[in-house]
């Protein structure tokens, strides 16, 4: 596990941002504490689940003529909970989340990955909204969530410019109040490359629209995903006059979080948690045991931070405001 731990804050002089979308949740013990005399920290994290399939090694069944496929023969949702459940995040974000798709067993998973965790807050926003078809008898959704400890005011759903003929990108944010002050979280997941063209060309595009979002905004704001781009790519640059990337402030070592895998050591950084300027952190981890390798193709990162604007004194057990649920009553908003 790479880590950083003692109160680091950053720079007040960038500007700050925030979007809006939703899911709160439970918390476990914390294995940092905050320094005696500040703030009780918020843990966040980010984690790209890969629709619960693990690094199992297994052999897939073949897929009938006319039917759907099986599930994924190394689906292992249980897996991605109990990597969650270890790091005890109060916000998560998560990418690659799949509803009723055959491949995953057709679970409505950002309803079983909540309901594991004791989660009763979260937003799901589909970036893929399909009629049945040859993945799924059922109409079926993929995409990215938000799981919160905490009530959430308000849940979005914004597409992304994507091209034609590559699968289509979008970003989800949610409002929480934590101790007096609202926040902006987002969950996000950038384009991919193929084999043979870059998609970077996209993620301009897509930075561009985050960027358009966060300039609307004037609460604190959260932003975590998976970018699908080194931290010096030019098109993760513009995010640096917003927000601060916490493991370059923090961080120890690469941070590398893909890919994932059973030996090996992961060889990209490409999965952030981003935070408006002024925000303080505990810890930045990128947690990388057994458990982690086994259950997706990325690592997650976890970090402990203390926003601009927390009210001395205030409890965060009774946060206001009414849980949006999902906005479209699917889990997200179109």
């Known amino acids: 596990m790479s880590r950083a731990a003692g109160w680091v804050a950053l720079?007040?002089?960038?500007?700050?941002?925030?979007?809006?979308?939703?899911?709160?949740?439970?918390?476990?013990p914390r294995s940092e504490q905050p320094p005696q005399g500040s703030n009780p920290g918020?843990?966040?994290?980010?984690?790209?689940?890969?629709?619960?399939?693990?690094?199992?090694?297994?052999?897939?069944?073949?897929?009938?003529?006319?039917?759907?496929?099986?599930?994924?023969?190394?689906?292992?949702?249980?897996?991605?909970?109990?990597?969650?459940?270890?790091?005890?995040?109060?916000?998560?974000?998560?990418?690659?989340?799949?509803r009723f798709w055959a491949r995953s067993g057709y679970a409505d998973q950002p309803a079983v990955i909540a309901a594991g965790l004791g989660m009763p807050h979260s937003c799901f926003a589909p970036n893929l909204d399909h009629a049945p078809d040859n993945h799924s008898n059922r109409p079926h959704q993929y995409g990215t969530a938000l799981l919160s400890r905490y009530p959430v005011h308000s849940c979005s759903h914004t597409l992304l410019t994507t091209f034609?003929?590559?699968?289509?990108r979008g970003i989800v944010g949610a409002v929480v109040t934590l101790r007096g002050v609202p926040v902006r979280v987002f969950s996000t997941h950038l384009q991919a490359s193929?084999?043979?063209?870059?998609?970077?060309?996209?993620?301009?595009?897509?930075?561009?629209?985050?960027?358009?979002l966060l300039s609307a905004a004037g609460e604190p704001v959260v932003l975590m995903g998976d970018f699908n781009a080194g931290s010096?790519?030019?098109?993760?640059?513009?995010?640096?006059?917003?927000?601060?990337?916490?493991?370059?402030?923090?961080?120890?070592?690469?941070?590398?979080?893909s890919p994932?895998?059973?030996?090996?050591?992961?060889?990209?950084?490409?999965d952030y948690i981003f935070a408006s300027p002024g925000t303080a952190?505990?810890?930045?981890?990128?947690?990388?045991?057994?458990?982690?390798?086994?259950?997706?193709?990325?690592?997650?990162?976890?970090?402990?931070?203390?926003?601009?604007?927390?009210?001395?004194?205030?409890?965060?057990?009774?946060?206001?405001?009414?849980?949006?649920?999902?906005?479209?009553?699917?889990?997200?908003?179109?």
């Open 11 to 28: 720079s007040a002089g960038l500007l700050a941002a925030c979007v809006s979308s939703t899911q709160p949740t439970a918390v476990g």
């Open 42 to 98: 918020l843990r966040v994290m980010t984690y790209n689940i890969k629709r619960g399939q693990s690094n199992t090694p297994c052999t897939q069944p073949p897929v009938l003529p006319d039917q759907p496929p099986s599930p994924s023969c190394n689906l292992d949702l249980d897996g991605t909970i109990a990597v969650l459940r270890a790091h005890a995040p109060e916000i998560v974000a998560l990418q690659e989340v799949d």
């Open 164 to 168: 034609a003929g590559w699968e289509q």
């Open 194 to 212: 193929g084999t043979v063209v870059s998609a970077a060309p996209q993620r301009v595009l897509q930075v561009r629209d985050i960027i358009s």
């Open 232 to 257: 010096t790519s030019e098109e993760l640059a513009p995010l640096s006059t917003r927000l601060v990337d916490l493991w370059q402030v923090a961080g120890t070592g690469p941070g590398n979080t």
């Open 260 to 270: 994932a895998q059973l030996t090996g050591d992961p060889t990209s950084r490409i």
């Open 281 to 334: 952190i505990s810890s930045v981890t990128v947690p990388i045991d057994m458990q982690t390798r086994v259950a997706s193709d990325h690592y997650p990162v976890v970090a402990d931070i203390a926003l601009p604007g927390w009210l001395p004194g205030a409890t965060r057990k009774d946060e206001g405001g009414a849980s949006p649920s999902h906005p479209d009553g699917k889990g997200g908003n179109h």
